[in-house]
């Protein structure tokens, strides 16, 4: 069993839609808990950054953690052509995941017109 | 445009060749991350550089080796690679130490390495 589990779709979604993007984890240590977004051919950029449990918001994006059912999400309102790329929640925490991030698989999203 | 730069972005060598790929960044960052990526996969590390001191191998075959001159640079020494190390070789940067790393990482737009 992977550490993160995360569906790598592809998602295909019209403009305008909520888009929610989930990853699973079995590791407890984990307590950071971030989402990057990664266009074709260029470096991953973090979205999102979260510690522990609970929500955050940004502008049109909302990161959840829920430590106890282990489940983090990331939520897109009002979607937008120019989200479309691939989505990768990464986590990392103490003991042998300290120091490290540990990436989900990615989620490709395409927001059509 | 990424506060993290990489050189070059694009790469072609033999499996008989010596290359180097660069990174550089200004933010004051203590920790340096070398990464490799695969098509359609998520990154993996490689290496952590830690106030310029390798604190993390992840059991990389010699063939790769890095370097940190200092603070703000990171270089990635190749040499007798194999068709199957073609890939996105990412650097990233975050503060502090290793640990710090939990906050999250600045990523450059990666060299893609292509080994004929």
């Known amino acids: 069993q992977k550490e993160v589990e995360q569906d790598p779709g592809p998602l295909s979604v019209p403009e305008g839609a909520i888009v929610s993007l989930n990853c699973t984890y079995s590791n407890s240590a984990f307590q950071y808990f971030m989402w990057y977004r990664q266009y074709s051919r260029k470096g991953p950029e973090l979205l999102m950054y979260?510690?522990?449990?609970g929500n955050k918001e940004d502008g049109r994006f909302t990161a959840q953690v829920d430590k106890s059912s282990k489940y983090i999400s990331l939520f897109i309102r009002d979607s937008q052509p120019s989200d479309s790329a691939t989505y990768l929640c990464a986590m990392s925490g103490g003991g042998t995941s300290y120091g490290k991030l540990t990436f989900g698989q990615g989620t490709i999203l395409t927001v059509h017109p | 445009d990424t506060e993290v730069t990489q050189t070059p972005k694009h790469l072609v060598m033999g499996m008989t060749n010596k290359k180097s790929l660069k990174c550089e960044q200004h933010m004051g960052h203590r920790a340096m991350y070398w990464y490799k990526q695969k098509a359609k996969k998520p990154p993996e590390l490689m290496f952590v550089y830690s106030y310029e001191k390798l604190s993390i191998n992840e059991s990389v075959p010699s063939r790769f080796s890095p370097e940190c001159p200092n603070s703000s640079l990171l270089n990635l020494h190749l040499h007798a690679l194999q068709p199957e190390d073609s890939a996105l070789y990412l650097c990233?940067?975050?503060?502090?130490?290793?640990?710090?790393?939990?906050?999250?990482?600045?990523f450059g737009s990666g060299t893609r390495l292509t080994v004929v």
């Open positions: 979260t510690y522990s449990s």
């Open positions: 990233a940067s975050s503060q502090g130490d290793r640990g710090l790393a939990n906050y999250g990482y600045t």
